[in-house]
T-cell receptor, first 113, second 117 residues
Framework: GDSVTQMEGPVTLSEEAFLTINCTYT??????LFWYVQYPGEGLQLLLK?????DKGSNKGFEATYRKETTSFHLEKGSVQVSDSAVYFC????????????FGQGTRLTINP | GAVVSQHPSRVICKSGTSVKIECRSL??????MFWYRQFPKKSLMLMAT?????????EQGVEKDKFLINHASLTLSTLTVTSAHPEDSSFYIC?????????????FGPGTRLTVT
């Protein structure tokens, strides 16, 4: 079945550092790809998404590009802030019309001032 | 907009008892809600899809008689863990599928931490 693999955490960085969280997927069709963020004590929030190959999702300084050839959707940010500390989940939906999400295991990110 | 609440946020119950968790969409109607279970340092595992006015669809390996789901209105779905045992201790998260202006995305509740003693 479809699956998502994220880099193991936790990840600890200093403020203004460059961030990459790796995400690769296995899917039989043409999935839509997502990054969700979970701040402490809150529910998951959609951070960004991409629905087809070579699409780039972006939001709040974060970016991820849908790479079909490498089956990847790595999350990047050029300069992280303390407020970016959270757990980040990569996820896929089998197709645009599908409802079910398949999640990676999550990566805990801590940014130190 | 698109806020989903869960109640309670934490619950401790004794082995053999049942516990009900509520999931509410506060500012939109959701014909479809999802229930997930999250183990420590693991991904969210979809347990079931809940459709308003009809029976829930359970994922393979999830016992429907143990995890009772009711979606009686467009803003409320409940998950009842029956005859709970310590192995049912986990973090349960719901989401609601927003339609129309909410772009058919899933909006997540903050989760409920269940501890069975």
């Amino acid at each position: 079945g479809d699956s998502v693999t994220q880099m193991e955490g936790p990840v600890t960085l200093s403020e203004e550092a460059f961030l990459t969280i790796n995400c690769t997927y296995t899917a039989t069709g043409y999935p839509s790809l997502f990054w969700y963020v979970q701040y402490p004590g809150e529910g998951l929030q959609l951070l960004l998404k991409a629905t087809k190959a070579d699409d780039k999702g972006s939001n709040k300084g974060f970016e991820a590009t849908y790479r079909k050839e490498t089956t990847s959707f790595h999350l990047e940010k050029g300069s992280v802030q303390v407020s970016d500390s959270a757990v980040y989940f990569c996820a896929l939906k089998e197709s645009q019309g599908a409802q079910k999400l398949v999640f990676g295991q999550g990566t805990r990110l801590t940014i130190n001032p | 907009g698109a806020v989903v609440s869960q109640h309670p946020s934490r619950v401790i119950c004794k082995s053999g008892t049942s516990v009900k968790i509520e999931c509410r969409s506060l500012d939109f109607q959701a014909t479809t809600m999802f229930w997930y279970r999250q183990f420590p340092k693991k991904s969210l595992m979809l347990m079931a899809t809940s459709n308003e006015g009809s029976k829930a669809t359970y994922e393979q390996g999830v016992e429907k008689d143990k995890f009772l789901i009711n979606h009686a209105s467009l803003t409320l779905s409940t998950l009842t863990v029956t005859s709970a045992h310590p192995e049912d201790s986990s973090f349960y998260i719901c989401s609601a599928l927003g339609g129309g202006s909410f772009s058919y995305e899933q909006y997540f509740g903050p989760g409920t931490r269940l501890t069975v003693t």
